[in-house]
């Protein structure tokens, strides 16, 4: 009888306890952010917070709530998309700015959808480990946050993005920056940018984003071929842009790349999906042949020796389809020749790609280093070896092998 007794009183009490909603709320009672975006104002951060609007996502008439937080539109410095509103509150710190914007609202800000971590190129400059950090030890943060590096403040680029073919701003972030069809822009989650801190001596890298023709990216631009983020024209009801690639290294920002260095960065890395490559002509001047670029397999890096001046190696391969050539240069080279011609030039812009990003920020973009430490039997040999400082000496060897499987419909242009 007593064990019946204190069975129905342990059953009652884990009941009770089950029961409760203490931290519960309701979905009217949220306020869901999107993205964060961090902007450097002095000697404090600027915090931006973009939120969906309920109405305008559901499909809503746009009365009430909806219209009036459209009312920024027009306004100097306002909001463009209509699906969302962007709040900014300046700050010492992260968290104490979003308690800071929370009292702001009429709910509470709920960050577990955010689909968006957007720094500014100043705050890259200065370092992003920490925030970083903070991230991923908060509850609140999803480690599949996509993350980026931003040329014009923060804020603007959220208020200017405009999912002019999506209604959900979440799905556009998630579409956008998960890069699962994008050449010429890396993908680079809180998780992976975490991990990625603490190797060592490997660099980071993150996708750039920009507004449309906007004079901060001038002194990005290098004269090669491709573009950076913000110098193509989106036209349209969105002058956001994407493209291209930021190099860190322990966090810290050191280089923007180009479109053209992205492709490179993907086919060294594995990542590269179907692309339309051009290579000139050896045969017309002025002219060029086009070729659909598939990777027949992954990449094979190595590092052959590790001393002094590491010798690194790289080994491409790639199937090939003709789309555009010159009839001077097909009969002359045939399949054979120009298979022979890709390889070749593709070998040299790999190198290039390689020695310009080595030089220009001294960091390992590829993972080199992932091979350099299998030379070491302990994380303390690795250490001390000071990849890093080595990899400013690194010797690269690399071999591009252009397979044409398929002719196609050969257009001389």
């Not at 002509?281 to 042949?289: L, N, T």
């Not at 659909?292 to 790639?318: D, F, H, I, M, Y």
């Amino acid at each position: 009888m007593i064990r019946r007794l204190f069975a129905a009183a342990l059953i009652a009490l884990i009941a009770a306890s089950l029961g409760g909603c203490r931290y519960s709320h309701e979905i009217t009672e949220m306020a869901y952010a999107v993205a964060l975006g961090i902007d450097k104002e002095g000697d404090d951060i600027a915090v931006s917070v973009q939120f969906a609007k309920p109405l305008s996502i559901s499909g809503g008439s746009g009365g009430g709530e909806s219209s009036g937080g459209s009312s920024q539109e027009g306004e100097e410095g306002g909001a463009k998309n209509k699906n969302t509103t962007v709040l900014t509150v300046k700050s010492k710190d992260i968290f104490t700015a979003l308690t800071a914007a929370e009292n702001n609202l009429s709910k509470e800000i709920n960050l577990s959808h955010v689909k968006l971590l957007l720094f500014s190129k100043d705050i890259a400059q200065d370092g992003i480990s920490d925030y970083v950090k903070q991230f991923m030890k908060s509850s609140q943060f999803s480690p599949n946050t996509y993350t980026a590096v931003s040329l014009c403040k923060a804020e603007e680029y959220m208020k200017t993005a405009n999912p002019s073919l999506e209604i959900n701003p979440a799905k556009y972030y998630t579409l956008l920056f998960s890069n699962n069809d994008n050449n010429y822009m890396p993908s680079a989650t809180l998780r992976e940018l975490y991990f990625n801190l603490s190797a060592n001596g490997e660099g980071e890298v993150l996708p750039v984003a920009n507004l449309s023709n906007d004079e901060s990216n001038e002194e990005s631009k290098s004269g090669e071929d491709g573009y950076y983020a913000g110098e193509l024209s989106v036209g349209g009801e969105n002058e956001a842009d994407v493209s291209g690639m930021a190099v860190l290294s322990g966090g810290r920002l050191k280089q923007i790349l180009s479109t053209k260095d992205a492709l490179y960065y993907h086919m060294l890395t594995g990542k590269l999906r179907e692309i339309y490559f051009i290579i000139p002509s050896v045969k017309e001047e002025g002219q060029h042949i086009t070729l659909r670029l598939t990777q027949g397999k992954k990449p094979e890096l190595g590092a052959e020796e590790v001393g002094e001046n590491p010798k690194l190696s790289a080994k491409v391969c790639l199937n090939g389809e003709i789309v555009k050539c010159p009839d001077s240069d097909f009969n002359e080279l045939g399949i054979d020749g120009l298979n022979e011609l890709a390889s070749s030039y593709i070998k040299e812009q790999l190198e290039s790609f390689l020695e310009y990003t080595k030089n220009a920020s001294g960091t390992d973009v590829t993972g080199f280093g992932k091979f350099a430490k299998m030379h070491f039997s302990d994380w303390c040999g690795w250490s001390l070896y000071n990849w890093q400082d080595k990899f400013m000496r690194a010797e690269f060897s690399v071999t591009a092998n252009v397979n044409i499987t398929r002719e196609g419909l050969v257009y001389s242009g």
